[in-house]
């Protein structure tokens, strides 16, 4: 197989993987977190701010901007078809998002060896500023994401 064909092979798996990852995950459906892109080590979701979304300040609550980095980064990280959870995750918060703000995150794989890997997820609003700064290290435990022949 040539380099191109595996590539495109590993593609296609990656976004089999997403269909099914997503049509289970309940939470980020209800909060209306899309993934919009996946490739292997890499994938972008996005998320409109809604008001009951917001906090006491009336800004985007710290542990929804959290949870669509962390969406990210779970399709980042499951994306080569090894099962795989968080094992720690840190985010700074750099700016305030609003209601009414579309939030994209964009989780990329740094590393990835054995058991661990670590990713890098940038979230940004529609003007295309940073909103959050998010790294996660994920732990591979049993098992595949799909079956595959």
Not at 7 to 18: F, G, W
Not at 85 to 96: K, R, Y
Not at 115 to 137: C, D, H, M, P, W
Request: net charge neutral; glycine share 8%; with cysteine.
């Amino acid at each position: 197989m040539s380099n191109e064909q595996s590539s495109q092979q590993a593609q296609r798996l990656a976004e089999q993987i997403t269909e099914v990852l997503y049509a289970q995950d309940r939470a980020s459906r209800a909060l209306g977190i899309r993934i919009e892109e996946t490739r292997p080590g890499y994938a972008r979701a996005t998320m409109v701010v809604r008001p009951d979304m917001t906090n006491g300040h009336r800004i985007a609550h710290g542990g929804l901007v959290f949870t669509l980095a962390d969406t990210a980064f779970a399709f980042a990280c499951n994306s080569h078809n090894e099962s795989n959870v968080a094992a720690s995750a840190s985010i700074d918060f750099l700016a305030p998002s609003h209601e009414g703000d579309e939030l994209t995150a964009v989780a990329t794989e740094l590393w990835r060896s054995g058991r661990s890997g670590i990713y890098e997820i940038t979230v940004t609003n529609q003007k295309g500023a940073r909103i959050a700064l998010f790294r996660g290290r994920s732990a591979r435990i049993a098992g595949q994401v799909i079956s595959v022949d």
